[in-house]
Antibody
């Protein structure tokens, strides 16, 4: 069974940093396109970032997070990461990881990030 | 950037009836269109990809259609577990673009 489990969410002050993790089982992170998607409370879905498969692992970001967030992976741990810096109140959301391709599937259960003083 | 617009925002339908949800793209996305179902407190679940292909394990009651800029998700014989929020998403692997619509809430009439 393919499973993605996100961890690392929590309460952080504006301007602070947080690193999210997405541990995969049943699939190899490095062999798949992997994305982060977020959902602000009571709002819709927003794609955040993607890392391509393979040794190059090309990365792309939504304009709203470019320059502040960094997606990466650790192949030895089969884990995807999202390093979030210079956090703002509008980054408050549940963050999901998902395998990406012709549609996003599967998704993790999500981890809540709250940016507040 | 491709903008995805879903209609209606809320759809009230009786159990056993059929629901038709619409999604419009501001520019052609060919058939690079997916549909998701999300229930409260849960992650989204992929229903349809490539505009009309059902994902693994998805009931044949879910039918996706369309191409270019106009897409439809039809759910027949609505069951209690179908009442949820539905999102469409366009995906373009190059340049990467994965825009979601704002969602349609399907509620019990």
């Amino acid at each position: 069974e393919v499973q993605l489990v996100e961890t690392g969410g929590g309460l952080v002050q504006p301007g602070g940093s947080l690193r999210l993790s997405c541990a995969a089982s049943g699939l190899t992170v490095s062999s798949n396109y992997m994305s982060w998607v977020r959902q602000a409370p009571g709002k819709g879905l927003e794609w955040v970032s993607i890392i391509h498969a393979g040794s190059g692992g090309t990365t792309f970001y939504a304009e709203s997070v470019k320059g502040r967030f960094t997606i990466s992976r650790d192949d030895s741990k089969n884990t995807l990461y999202l390093q979030m810096n210079s956090l703002r109140a509008e980054d408050t959301a549940v963050y999901y990881c998902a395998r990406s391709g012709t549609g996003f599937d599967p998704w993790g259960q999500g981890t809540l990030v709250t940016v507040s003083s | 950037e491709v903008v995805m617009t879903q209609s209606p925002a809320t759809l009230s339908v009786s159990p056993g009836e059929r629901a038709t949800l619409s999604c419009r793209a501001s520019h052609s996305v060919n058939s690079n269109l997916a549909w998701y179902q999300q229930k409260p407190g849960q992650a989204p679940r992929l229903l349809i990809y490539a505009a009309s292909m059902r994902a693994t394990g998805i009931s044949a009651r879910f039918i996706g259609s369309g191409s270019g800029t106009e897409f439809t998700l039809t759910i027949s014989s609505l069951q209690s577990e179908d009442f949820a929020v539905y999102y469409c998403q366009q995906y373009n692997n190059w340049p990467p673009s994965y825009t979601f619509g704002q969602g349609t809430k399907l509620e019990i009439k």
